[in-house]
Protein backbone atom coordinates (compact mmCIF):
# COMPACT_ATOMS: atom_id res chain seq x y z
CA UNK A 1 0.00 0.00 0.00
CA UNK A 2 2.92 2.45 1.06
CA UNK A 3 4.82 1.67 -1.98
CA UNK A 4 2.07 2.30 -4.56
CA UNK A 5 1.34 5.58 -3.13
CA UNK A 6 4.91 6.26 -3.25
CA UNK A 7 4.54 5.54 -7.20
CA UNK A 8 1.65 8.06 -7.44
CA UNK A 9 3.44 10.60 -5.59
CA UNK A 10 6.20 10.74 -7.84
CA UNK A 11 4.12 10.95 -11.04
CA UNK A 12 3.18 14.21 -9.94
CA UNK A 13 6.23 15.20 -10.03
CA UNK A 14 7.52 14.08 -13.32
CA UNK A 15 5.34 16.45 -15.10
CA UNK A 16 8.08 19.58 -14.59
CA UNK A 17 10.11 17.31 -16.80
CA UNK A 18 7.30 17.26 -19.21
CA UNK A 19 7.16 20.73 -18.69
CA UNK A 20 10.99 21.39 -19.36
CA UNK A 21 10.30 19.73 -22.70
CA UNK A 22 7.52 21.04 -24.18
CA UNK A 23 8.60 24.77 -22.96
CA UNK A 24 12.67 24.16 -24.33
CA UNK A 25 11.05 22.72 -28.30
CA UNK A 26 9.18 25.68 -28.93
CA UNK A 27 11.45 27.75 -30.76
CA UNK A 28 8.86 30.32 -31.60
CA UNK A 29 8.10 31.13 -28.17
CA UNK A 30 12.01 32.28 -27.32
CA UNK A 31 13.18 33.34 -30.69
CA UNK A 32 12.99 37.37 -29.98
CA UNK A 33 15.61 40.21 -29.19
CA UNK A 34 13.34 41.50 -26.27
CA UNK A 35 13.24 41.79 -23.65
CA UNK A 36 17.32 41.77 -22.93
CA UNK A 37 19.16 41.34 -19.74
CA UNK A 38 22.46 42.78 -19.22
CA UNK A 39 22.77 43.66 -22.87
CA UNK A 40 21.74 39.34 -24.29
CA UNK A 41 18.74 39.24 -26.02
CA UNK A 42 15.97 36.97 -24.57
CA UNK A 43 16.65 34.15 -27.23
CA UNK A 44 19.95 33.77 -24.79
CA UNK A 45 19.18 34.80 -21.40
CA UNK A 46 16.12 32.62 -21.56
CA UNK A 47 17.50 29.37 -22.69
CA UNK A 48 20.24 29.84 -20.25
CA UNK A 49 17.73 30.68 -17.41
CA UNK A 50 16.08 27.13 -18.82
CA UNK A 51 19.46 25.46 -17.74
CA UNK A 52 19.42 26.46 -14.35
CA UNK A 53 15.09 26.55 -13.95
CA UNK A 54 15.70 22.40 -15.16
CA UNK A 55 18.43 21.97 -12.88
CA UNK A 56 16.40 22.96 -10.26
CA UNK A 57 13.32 20.42 -11.77
CA UNK A 58 15.33 17.96 -11.41
CA UNK A 59 16.73 18.45 -8.03
CA UNK A 60 13.36 18.81 -6.74
CA UNK A 61 12.43 15.35 -8.42
CA UNK A 62 15.20 13.99 -6.70
CA UNK A 63 14.32 15.00 -3.50
CA UNK A 64 10.70 14.16 -3.92
CA UNK A 65 10.97 10.37 -5.13
CA UNK A 66 14.09 9.71 -2.83
CA UNK A 67 11.31 7.59 -0.73
CA UNK B 1 54.21 31.42 -41.28
CA UNK B 2 53.63 31.93 -37.42
CA UNK B 3 56.40 31.92 -34.91
CA UNK B 4 56.03 29.97 -31.89
CA UNK B 5 54.24 31.29 -28.42
CA UNK B 6 57.12 30.44 -26.34
CA UNK B 7 55.60 31.28 -23.16
CA UNK B 8 52.52 29.32 -23.96
CA UNK B 9 54.37 26.53 -25.07
CA UNK B 10 55.90 25.79 -21.96
CA UNK B 11 52.67 26.58 -19.88
CA UNK B 12 50.90 23.88 -22.32
CA UNK B 13 53.78 21.66 -21.74
CA UNK B 14 53.76 21.37 -18.42
CA UNK B 15 49.93 20.88 -17.52
CA UNK B 16 50.11 18.17 -19.96
CA UNK B 17 53.32 16.52 -18.15
CA UNK B 18 51.27 17.05 -14.80
CA UNK B 19 48.35 15.02 -15.99
CA UNK B 20 50.38 12.69 -17.90
CA UNK B 21 51.95 11.69 -14.18
CA UNK B 22 48.67 11.45 -13.27
CA UNK B 23 47.10 9.31 -15.50
CA UNK B 24 49.85 6.48 -14.66
CA UNK B 25 49.30 7.33 -10.66
CA UNK B 26 45.69 6.72 -11.33
CA UNK B 27 46.44 2.94 -11.46
CA UNK B 28 46.96 2.95 -7.88
CA UNK B 29 43.57 5.30 -6.78
CA UNK B 30 41.13 3.18 -5.34
CA UNK B 31 43.02 0.01 -6.02
CA UNK B 32 42.00 -2.85 -7.94
CA UNK B 33 42.83 -5.58 -9.91
CA UNK B 34 43.67 -3.81 -13.29
CA UNK B 35 43.50 -7.61 -14.78
CA UNK B 36 39.72 -8.19 -14.44
CA UNK B 37 37.85 -6.14 -16.93
CA UNK B 38 35.28 -4.44 -15.00
CA UNK B 39 38.13 -3.56 -13.07
CA UNK B 40 39.94 -1.85 -16.14
CA UNK B 41 37.28 -1.20 -18.06
CA UNK B 42 34.72 0.47 -15.89
CA UNK B 43 37.44 1.20 -12.84
CA UNK B 44 35.31 -1.26 -10.61
CA UNK B 45 32.33 0.67 -10.36
CA UNK B 46 33.53 2.28 -7.77
CA UNK B 47 32.88 6.23 -8.32
CA UNK B 48 31.21 8.43 -6.32
CA UNK B 49 29.24 11.30 -6.92
CA UNK B 50 32.06 13.84 -7.50
CA UNK B 51 34.30 11.65 -9.51
CA UNK B 52 30.94 10.67 -11.75
CA UNK B 53 30.28 14.60 -11.87
CA UNK B 54 33.65 14.77 -13.00
CA UNK B 55 34.06 11.89 -15.49
CA UNK B 56 30.45 11.94 -17.55
CA UNK B 57 31.01 15.77 -17.46
CA UNK B 58 34.83 15.58 -19.02
CA UNK B 59 33.44 12.92 -20.73
CA UNK B 60 30.49 14.29 -22.58
CA UNK B 61 31.81 17.89 -23.03
CA UNK B 62 34.87 17.30 -25.25
CA UNK B 63 37.51 18.92 -26.76
CA UNK B 64 35.90 18.67 -30.21
CA UNK B 65 32.52 20.01 -28.28
CA UNK B 66 34.43 23.30 -27.33
CA UNK B 67 36.13 23.99 -30.79
CA UNK B 68 33.08 23.34 -32.67
CA UNK B 69 30.44 24.80 -30.88
CA UNK B 70 32.00 28.07 -30.74
CA UNK B 71 32.53 27.25 -34.30
CA UNK B 72 29.37 26.20 -35.44
CA UNK B 73 28.17 29.85 -34.00
CA UNK B 74 30.60 31.48 -35.70
CA UNK B 75 30.39 30.23 -38.76
CA UNK B 76 26.33 29.81 -38.62
CA UNK B 77 25.00 31.74 -35.87
CA UNK B 78 22.05 31.53 -33.46
CA UNK B 79 21.34 27.86 -34.94
CA UNK B 80 24.73 26.85 -32.66
CA UNK B 81 22.85 27.28 -29.76
CA UNK B 82 20.61 24.24 -29.82
CA UNK B 83 23.04 22.46 -27.93
CA UNK B 84 21.75 24.24 -25.20
CA UNK B 85 18.46 22.91 -25.19
CA UNK B 86 20.14 19.79 -26.34
CA UNK B 87 21.58 19.71 -22.96
CA UNK B 88 18.46 20.59 -20.95
CA UNK B 89 16.79 17.64 -22.09
CA UNK B 90 19.68 14.77 -21.51
CA UNK B 91 19.24 15.03 -17.81
CA UNK B 92 15.76 14.06 -17.42
CA UNK B 93 16.65 10.89 -19.73
CA UNK B 94 19.40 10.55 -17.07
CA UNK B 95 17.44 10.87 -14.60
CA UNK B 96 15.10 8.30 -15.26
CA UNK B 97 16.26 5.49 -17.26
CA UNK B 98 19.98 4.91 -16.27
CA UNK B 99 19.50 4.29 -12.72
CA UNK B 100 17.22 1.65 -14.26
CA UNK B 101 20.00 -0.01 -16.59
CA UNK B 102 22.63 1.11 -13.61
CA UNK B 103 20.75 -1.65 -11.54
CA UNK B 104 20.27 -4.35 -13.82
CA UNK B 105 23.73 -3.90 -15.11
CA UNK B 106 25.12 -4.70 -11.93
CA UNK B 107 23.21 -6.98 -10.92
CA UNK B 108 23.82 -8.83 -13.59
CA UNK B 109 27.58 -8.22 -13.93
CA UNK B 110 26.91 -6.41 -17.89
CA UNK B 111 29.44 -3.99 -19.03
CA UNK B 112 28.05 -2.89 -22.35
CA UNK B 113 24.91 -1.87 -23.90
CA UNK B 114 25.24 -4.70 -26.08
CA UNK B 115 25.49 -6.75 -22.88
CA UNK B 116 22.35 -5.79 -21.70
CA UNK B 117 20.46 -6.67 -24.85
CA UNK B 118 21.37 -9.61 -24.69
CA UNK B 119 20.29 -10.59 -21.19
CA UNK B 120 17.13 -9.11 -21.97
CA UNK B 121 16.33 -10.23 -25.25
CA UNK B 122 18.21 -13.33 -25.74
CA UNK B 123 19.25 -13.23 -29.03
CA UNK B 124 22.90 -12.57 -30.50
CA UNK B 125 22.13 -10.96 -33.60
CA UNK B 126 20.58 -7.85 -32.03
CA UNK B 127 23.26 -7.95 -29.75
CA UNK B 128 25.80 -7.82 -32.32
CA UNK B 129 23.94 -4.93 -34.33
CA UNK B 130 24.54 -2.95 -31.19
CA UNK B 131 27.35 -3.51 -30.61
CA UNK B 132 28.88 -2.94 -34.50
CA UNK B 133 26.90 0.19 -34.41
CA UNK B 134 28.62 1.43 -30.97
CA UNK B 135 32.00 0.62 -32.04
CA UNK B 136 31.75 2.19 -35.51
CA UNK B 137 29.35 5.44 -34.29
CA UNK B 138 32.45 5.73 -31.81
CA UNK B 139 35.63 5.25 -34.08
CA UNK B 140 34.99 8.77 -36.11
CA UNK B 141 34.56 10.88 -32.31
CA UNK B 142 38.01 9.53 -31.21
CA UNK B 143 39.28 11.24 -34.51
CA UNK B 144 37.58 14.05 -34.17
CA UNK B 145 39.34 14.41 -30.46
CA UNK B 146 42.47 14.32 -32.36
CA UNK B 147 41.55 17.00 -34.23
CA UNK B 148 41.21 19.12 -31.26
CA UNK B 149 44.41 18.70 -30.13
CA UNK B 150 45.84 19.75 -33.98
CA UNK B 151 43.95 22.71 -33.50
CA UNK B 152 45.53 24.24 -30.36
CA UNK B 153 48.88 22.92 -31.20
CA UNK B 154 48.30 24.62 -34.41
CA UNK B 155 47.66 27.61 -32.90
CA UNK B 156 50.68 27.49 -30.86
CA UNK B 157 52.51 28.23 -33.56
CA UNK B 158 54.06 24.86 -33.61
CA UNK B 159 54.06 24.05 -37.25
CA UNK B 160 55.61 23.08 -39.74
CA UNK B 161 55.14 20.04 -42.84
CA UNK B 162 55.25 16.10 -42.82
CA UNK B 163 56.14 14.76 -40.04
CA UNK B 164 57.25 17.83 -37.71
CA UNK B 165 53.92 18.56 -37.75
CA UNK B 166 52.40 15.18 -37.09
CA UNK B 167 54.78 14.92 -33.92
CA UNK B 168 52.74 16.61 -31.43
CA UNK B 169 49.68 14.65 -31.82
CA UNK B 170 51.89 11.65 -32.04
CA UNK B 171 53.35 12.70 -29.08
CA UNK B 172 50.21 12.91 -27.11
CA UNK B 173 48.50 10.15 -28.32
CA UNK B 174 51.43 7.81 -27.11
CA UNK B 175 50.99 9.64 -23.92
CA UNK B 176 47.24 8.94 -23.92
CA UNK B 177 47.50 5.04 -25.30
CA UNK B 178 50.06 4.40 -22.34
CA UNK B 179 47.94 5.54 -19.41
CA UNK B 180 44.95 3.92 -20.75
CA UNK B 181 46.55 0.61 -21.20
CA UNK B 182 48.05 0.65 -17.80
CA UNK B 183 45.08 2.36 -15.20
CA UNK B 184 41.71 1.92 -17.88
CA UNK B 185 39.16 4.05 -16.86
CA UNK B 186 40.63 5.32 -13.53
CA UNK B 187 43.30 7.72 -15.58
CA UNK B 188 40.55 9.50 -17.43
CA UNK B 189 38.22 9.99 -13.97
CA UNK B 190 41.48 11.30 -12.41
CA UNK B 191 42.72 13.69 -15.54
CA UNK B 192 39.16 14.71 -15.81
CA UNK B 193 39.12 16.06 -12.78
CA UNK B 194 42.17 18.53 -13.48
CA UNK B 195 40.53 18.70 -17.41
CA UNK B 196 36.83 19.93 -15.78
CA UNK B 197 38.58 22.43 -13.77
CA UNK B 198 40.92 24.30 -16.63
CA UNK B 199 37.80 24.07 -18.59
CA UNK B 200 35.79 26.32 -15.82
CA UNK B 201 38.15 28.28 -14.96
CA UNK B 202 38.96 28.91 -18.98
CA UNK B 203 35.16 29.92 -19.95
CA UNK B 204 34.13 31.77 -17.04
CA UNK B 205 37.41 34.28 -17.77
CA UNK B 206 36.60 34.40 -21.23
CA UNK B 207 32.93 35.26 -20.30
CA UNK B 208 33.54 37.99 -18.37
CA UNK B 209 36.61 39.74 -19.84
CA UNK B 210 35.70 39.39 -23.06
CA UNK B 211 32.30 41.63 -22.82
CA UNK B 212 34.33 43.77 -20.81
CA UNK B 213 37.19 44.15 -23.19
CA UNK B 214 34.61 44.87 -25.89
CA UNK B 215 32.15 47.23 -24.77
CA UNK B 216 29.26 45.18 -22.69
CA UNK B 217 26.74 42.40 -24.26
CA UNK B 218 24.84 44.87 -26.30
CA UNK B 219 27.35 46.06 -27.74
CA UNK B 220 28.52 42.47 -28.96
CA UNK B 221 25.24 41.21 -30.07
CA UNK B 222 24.53 44.28 -32.16
CA UNK B 223 27.78 43.69 -33.94
CA UNK B 224 26.31 40.04 -35.39
CA UNK B 225 24.55 40.09 -38.24
CA UNK B 226 20.75 40.27 -38.10
CA UNK B 227 20.16 36.71 -40.03
CA UNK B 228 22.60 34.89 -37.55
CA UNK B 229 22.16 36.77 -34.39
CA UNK B 230 18.23 34.78 -34.00
CA UNK B 231 16.90 31.77 -35.74
CA UNK B 232 15.81 32.81 -39.72
CA UNK B 233 11.69 32.99 -39.40
CA UNK B 234 10.29 30.20 -41.26
CA UNK B 235 8.86 31.10 -44.57
CA UNK B 236 5.37 29.83 -45.92
CA UNK B 237 4.71 25.87 -46.11
CA UNK B 238 7.59 25.06 -43.91
CA UNK B 239 8.20 24.92 -40.28
CA UNK B 240 12.06 26.05 -41.64
CA UNK B 241 14.89 26.80 -38.74
CA UNK B 242 12.10 26.03 -35.66
CA UNK B 243 11.68 22.62 -36.62
CA UNK B 244 15.24 22.03 -37.54
CA UNK B 245 16.81 23.24 -34.37
CA UNK B 246 14.04 21.30 -31.98
CA UNK B 247 14.80 17.98 -33.61
CA UNK B 248 18.71 18.68 -33.58
CA UNK B 249 17.78 19.21 -30.35
CA UNK B 250 15.67 16.20 -29.13
CA UNK B 251 17.65 13.76 -31.43
CA UNK B 252 21.00 14.83 -30.00
CA UNK B 253 19.53 14.78 -26.64
CA UNK B 254 17.67 10.90 -27.45
CA UNK B 255 21.22 9.39 -28.86
CA UNK B 256 23.65 10.94 -26.35
CA UNK B 257 23.70 8.19 -23.74
CA UNK B 258 23.23 5.36 -26.12
CA UNK B 259 27.05 6.34 -27.20
CA UNK B 260 29.00 3.39 -25.88
CA UNK B 261 31.37 6.04 -24.23
CA UNK B 262 28.81 7.71 -22.11
CA UNK B 263 27.13 3.85 -20.93
CA UNK B 264 31.02 3.40 -19.61
CA UNK B 265 30.80 6.34 -17.68
CA UNK B 266 27.52 6.36 -16.50
CA UNK B 267 28.27 2.76 -15.33
CA UNK B 268 31.34 3.17 -13.71
CA UNK B 269 29.22 4.98 -10.82
CA UNK B 270 28.88 2.82 -7.51
CA UNK B 271 25.16 3.34 -7.60
CA UNK B 272 21.89 4.70 -9.55
CA UNK B 273 21.58 7.61 -6.88
CA UNK B 274 24.82 9.01 -7.80
CA UNK B 275 23.57 9.23 -11.01
CA UNK B 276 20.28 10.45 -10.44
CA UNK B 277 22.06 13.80 -8.18
CA UNK B 278 24.58 13.78 -11.40
CA UNK B 279 21.62 14.43 -13.41
CA UNK B 280 20.86 17.29 -11.09
CA UNK B 281 24.36 18.93 -11.23
CA UNK B 282 25.86 18.21 -14.76
CA UNK B 283 24.01 21.01 -15.95
CA UNK B 284 26.49 23.04 -14.74
CA UNK B 285 28.53 22.12 -17.95
CA UNK B 286 25.30 22.79 -19.86
CA UNK B 287 25.51 26.44 -18.87
CA UNK B 288 29.08 26.92 -19.65
CA UNK B 289 28.35 25.53 -23.24
CA UNK B 290 25.78 27.99 -23.40
CA UNK B 291 28.32 30.37 -23.00
CA UNK B 292 31.36 29.11 -25.64
CA UNK B 293 28.07 29.34 -27.77
CA UNK B 294 27.75 33.14 -27.37
CA UNK B 295 31.74 33.07 -27.57
CA UNK B 296 31.49 32.10 -30.49
CA UNK B 297 29.44 35.45 -31.52
CA UNK B 298 31.68 36.95 -29.57
CA UNK B 299 34.51 36.27 -32.12
CA UNK B 300 32.27 37.86 -34.68
CA UNK B 301 31.82 40.74 -32.79
CA UNK B 302 35.35 41.23 -32.35
CA UNK B 303 36.03 40.95 -35.95
CA UNK B 304 39.06 38.35 -35.42
CA UNK B 305 38.79 36.31 -38.76
CA UNK B 306 39.63 39.84 -40.40
CA UNK B 307 43.00 40.67 -38.76
CA UNK B 308 46.22 39.31 -40.59
CA UNK B 309 47.85 37.80 -37.48
CA UNK B 310 45.07 34.81 -38.04
CA UNK B 311 44.68 34.44 -41.43
CA UNK B 312 46.71 31.94 -41.77
CA UNK B 313 44.69 29.81 -38.96
CA UNK B 314 41.64 30.32 -39.99
CA UNK B 315 42.70 29.26 -43.71
CA UNK B 316 43.88 26.13 -41.91
CA UNK B 317 41.41 25.23 -39.37
CA UNK B 318 38.24 26.98 -40.46
CA UNK B 319 35.89 28.21 -38.54
CA UNK B 320 37.60 25.58 -35.83
CA UNK B 321 39.86 28.39 -35.17
CA UNK B 322 37.45 30.72 -33.76
CA UNK B 323 38.45 30.35 -29.88
CA UNK B 324 41.78 29.97 -30.62
CA UNK B 325 42.60 33.02 -32.43
CA UNK B 326 40.04 34.44 -29.90
CA UNK B 327 42.68 33.51 -26.95
CA UNK B 328 44.98 34.41 -28.48
CA UNK B 329 43.88 37.92 -28.99
CA UNK B 330 43.02 38.74 -25.59
CA UNK B 331 44.74 37.06 -22.87
CA UNK B 332 48.17 36.90 -22.05
CA UNK B 333 50.57 33.95 -23.54
CA UNK B 334 50.79 32.32 -20.07
CA UNK B 335 46.71 31.82 -19.67
CA UNK B 336 46.75 30.94 -23.67
CA UNK B 337 48.78 28.07 -22.54
CA UNK B 338 46.38 27.30 -19.92
CA UNK B 339 43.03 27.16 -22.02
CA UNK B 340 44.97 25.20 -24.68
CA UNK B 341 46.53 22.99 -22.43
CA UNK B 342 42.70 22.73 -21.11
CA UNK B 343 41.01 21.50 -25.06
CA UNK B 344 43.95 19.41 -25.21
CA UNK B 345 43.60 17.61 -21.57
CA UNK B 346 39.52 17.94 -23.09
CA UNK B 347 40.74 15.57 -26.05
CA UNK B 348 42.48 13.36 -23.95
CA UNK B 349 39.90 12.51 -21.40
CA UNK B 350 37.02 11.60 -24.20
CA UNK B 351 39.41 9.76 -26.46
CA UNK B 352 40.60 7.65 -23.52
CA UNK B 353 37.29 6.72 -22.57
CA UNK B 354 35.80 5.87 -26.00
CA UNK B 355 38.17 3.80 -26.77
CA UNK B 356 38.01 1.67 -23.34
CA UNK B 357 34.25 1.72 -24.58
CA UNK B 358 34.91 0.42 -28.31
CA UNK B 359 37.38 -2.34 -26.41
CA UNK B 360 34.50 -3.19 -23.67
CA UNK B 361 32.64 -3.79 -26.72
CA UNK B 362 34.96 -5.99 -29.09
CA UNK B 363 35.65 -8.36 -26.07
CA UNK B 364 32.42 -9.30 -24.42
CA UNK B 365 30.09 -8.96 -27.06
CA UNK B 366 32.31 -10.28 -30.35
CA UNK B 367 35.66 -11.61 -28.67
CA UNK B 368 33.45 -13.48 -25.97
CA UNK B 369 30.07 -13.97 -28.02
CA UNK B 370 32.09 -15.83 -31.67
CA UNK B 371 35.34 -16.39 -30.58
CA UNK B 372 36.17 -17.44 -27.08
CA UNK B 373 33.75 -18.23 -25.04
CA UNK B 374 35.57 -18.89 -21.97
CA UNK B 375 38.21 -16.37 -21.54
CA UNK B 376 39.97 -16.27 -18.22
CA UNK B 377 39.58 -12.78 -16.58
CA UNK B 378 43.13 -11.93 -17.17
CA UNK B 379 42.33 -12.46 -21.30
CA UNK B 380 39.47 -10.79 -21.55
CA UNK B 381 41.19 -7.72 -19.48
CA UNK B 382 44.37 -8.00 -21.86
CA UNK B 383 41.91 -8.23 -25.12
CA UNK B 384 40.56 -5.28 -24.27
CA UNK B 385 43.79 -3.56 -23.32
CA UNK B 386 44.88 -4.21 -26.83
CA UNK B 387 41.87 -3.55 -28.64
CA UNK B 388 41.93 0.12 -27.12
CA UNK B 389 45.23 0.93 -28.47
CA UNK B 390 44.04 -0.51 -31.71
CA UNK B 391 41.30 2.00 -31.70
CA UNK B 392 43.16 4.90 -30.71
CA UNK B 393 45.85 3.85 -33.09
CA UNK B 394 42.93 3.92 -36.11
CA UNK B 395 41.71 7.03 -35.72
CA UNK B 396 45.58 8.71 -35.28
CA UNK B 397 46.16 7.04 -38.67
CA UNK B 398 42.46 8.75 -39.85
CA UNK B 399 43.14 11.93 -38.95
CA UNK B 400 46.66 12.54 -40.06
CA UNK B 401 45.84 10.92 -43.27
CA UNK B 402 42.04 11.42 -44.52
CA UNK B 403 40.78 14.61 -44.80
CA UNK B 404 39.31 16.19 -41.61
CA UNK B 405 35.91 16.28 -44.21
CA UNK B 406 35.27 12.57 -44.00
CA UNK B 407 35.85 12.34 -40.00
CA UNK B 408 33.32 15.24 -39.22
CA UNK B 409 30.65 13.42 -42.00
CA UNK B 410 31.37 10.01 -40.17
CA UNK B 411 30.60 11.52 -37.00
CA UNK B 412 27.00 13.11 -37.91
CA UNK B 413 26.22 9.36 -39.23
CA UNK B 414 27.20 7.74 -36.55
CA UNK B 415 24.95 10.35 -34.87
CA UNK B 416 22.15 8.49 -36.61
CA UNK B 417 23.19 5.28 -36.39
CA UNK B 418 23.71 5.47 -32.92
CA UNK B 419 20.17 6.73 -31.75
CA UNK B 420 18.30 3.44 -33.46
CA UNK B 421 19.67 1.63 -30.38
CA UNK B 422 17.15 3.35 -28.63
CA UNK B 423 14.13 0.51 -28.84
CA UNK B 424 16.56 -1.70 -27.51
CA UNK B 425 18.48 -0.56 -24.63
CA UNK B 426 16.31 2.60 -23.45
CA UNK B 427 12.54 0.99 -24.10
CA UNK B 428 14.52 -2.78 -22.72
CA UNK B 429 15.17 -1.14 -19.50
CA UNK B 430 11.45 -0.59 -19.37
CA UNK B 431 9.44 -3.27 -20.75
CA UNK B 432 10.25 -7.01 -22.41
CA UNK B 433 7.17 -6.34 -25.14
CA UNK B 434 8.86 -5.43 -27.83
CA UNK B 435 9.83 -9.06 -30.04
CA UNK B 436 13.33 -9.36 -30.59
CA UNK B 437 13.90 -9.81 -34.68
CA UNK B 438 11.07 -7.20 -34.84
CA UNK B 439 13.90 -4.90 -33.02
CA UNK B 440 16.30 -5.99 -35.33
CA UNK B 441 14.12 -5.29 -38.35
CA UNK B 442 13.53 -1.57 -36.77
CA UNK B 443 17.41 -1.00 -36.18
CA UNK B 444 18.04 -2.35 -39.84
CA UNK B 445 15.36 -0.13 -41.01
CA UNK B 446 16.26 3.22 -39.43
CA UNK B 447 19.74 2.19 -40.06
CA UNK B 448 19.51 2.19 -44.05
CA UNK B 449 16.66 5.41 -43.75
CA UNK B 450 19.30 7.65 -41.83
CA UNK B 451 21.79 6.68 -44.05
CA UNK B 452 20.18 7.60 -47.51
CA UNK B 453 18.19 10.58 -45.84
CA UNK B 454 21.80 11.90 -44.83
CA UNK B 455 23.85 11.09 -48.03
CA UNK B 456 20.52 12.71 -49.73
CA UNK B 457 20.88 16.39 -47.62
CA UNK B 458 24.36 15.98 -48.41
CA UNK B 459 25.88 14.84 -45.48
CA UNK B 460 24.08 17.92 -43.50
CA UNK B 461 21.99 17.04 -39.79
CA UNK B 462 18.85 18.17 -41.34
CA UNK B 463 16.55 16.33 -43.68
CA UNK B 464 13.70 18.37 -45.72
CA UNK B 465 10.82 15.96 -44.91
CA UNK B 466 7.65 17.17 -47.31
CA UNK B 467 4.35 15.73 -46.88
CA UNK B 468 1.51 17.43 -49.01
CA UNK B 469 2.68 20.26 -49.66
CA UNK B 470 4.14 21.51 -46.60
CA UNK B 471 8.27 21.05 -45.74
CA UNK B 472 9.59 20.18 -42.28
CA UNK B 473 13.38 20.32 -42.07
CA UNK B 474 14.45 18.43 -39.27
CA UNK B 475 17.21 15.99 -38.12
CA UNK B 476 17.51 13.20 -40.05
CA UNK B 477 18.10 10.80 -36.50
CA UNK B 478 14.97 11.78 -35.27
CA UNK B 479 12.81 10.81 -38.19
CA UNK B 480 14.28 7.41 -38.80
CA UNK B 481 13.90 6.58 -35.13
CA UNK B 482 10.46 7.49 -35.46
CA UNK B 483 10.53 5.44 -38.69
CA UNK B 484 12.44 2.39 -36.70
CA UNK B 485 10.16 2.36 -33.55
CA UNK B 486 7.09 1.94 -36.00
CA UNK B 487 8.23 -0.62 -37.47
CA UNK B 488 9.07 -2.55 -34.26
CA UNK B 489 5.71 -2.00 -32.82
CA UNK B 490 4.27 -3.00 -36.25
CA UNK B 491 6.39 -6.15 -36.69
CA UNK B 492 6.30 -7.45 -32.60
CA UNK B 493 2.53 -9.17 -32.97
CA UNK B 494 3.20 -10.39 -36.46
CA UNK B 495 6.45 -12.25 -35.14
CA UNK B 496 5.11 -12.99 -31.80
CA UNK B 497 1.99 -14.78 -33.84
CA UNK B 498 4.30 -16.94 -35.90
CA UNK B 499 5.41 -18.57 -32.52
CA UNK B 500 2.48 -18.71 -30.41
CA UNK B 501 3.48 -20.53 -26.61
CA UNK B 502 6.94 -19.07 -26.96
CA UNK B 503 7.54 -17.46 -23.99
CA UNK B 504 10.14 -14.83 -24.01
CA UNK B 505 13.64 -15.04 -22.94
CA UNK B 506 15.11 -12.43 -20.39
CA UNK B 507 17.59 -12.91 -18.18
CA UNK B 508 17.05 -9.78 -16.43
CA UNK B 509 13.75 -9.93 -13.60
CA UNK B 510 11.66 -6.64 -13.05
CA UNK B 511 13.12 -6.43 -9.68
CA UNK B 512 16.51 -5.84 -11.02
CA UNK B 513 16.16 -2.52 -12.20
CA UNK B 514 14.96 -1.17 -9.38
CA UNK B 515 17.81 0.12 -6.25
CA UNK B 516 18.13 -2.63 -3.87
Known amino acids: MKDAQKKEKASWWYLLFVLQFLVILWPPFYNKMTPTLIGLPFFY ?21 RG | MPEINWTALVVFVLLFGLITWLGFAAARWRKGDLDQLHEWGLGGRRFGTVVTWFLVGGDIYTAYT ?47 AADFVRGRFGNRWLALAITITGIVATLPYIALQLLGIQVVVGALGVTGSGLAADLPLVIAFGVLAAFTYSSGLRAPASIAIVKDILIYIATFTIIIVVPLKLGGFGKIFAAVPAGKVLLAVPGDHTTGAYSAYATLALGSALALFLYPHSMTAILSANSGHAIRRNAAILPGYSF ?69 AVANLYTRNIHREFVNRNPTDKQEAQMAKWVSMIAKMGALIFILFVPTKFAIELQLLGGIWIIQTLPAVMLGAYTRWFNDWALLCGWAAGTTAGTLMAVASKLTPTFALTLGGHTFPGYSAL ?17 NGMRPGRPPVDATAPADYLAE
Open chain 1, 45 to 65: WFQLLWVIVSAAFTAVVYWAT
Open chain 2, 66 to 112: FIAVPALAFGAGAVAFFAVPYTILIYPLLFLVFPRLWNVCHKHGYIT
Open chain 2, 288 to 356: MLGLLAMIGLFVIAAGIADMPAYAHGFKQYGSNFAVPALVLHIFPSWFVGVVFAAIAIGALVPAAIMSI
Open chain 2, 479 to 495: YTLVLNLVIAAILTPLF
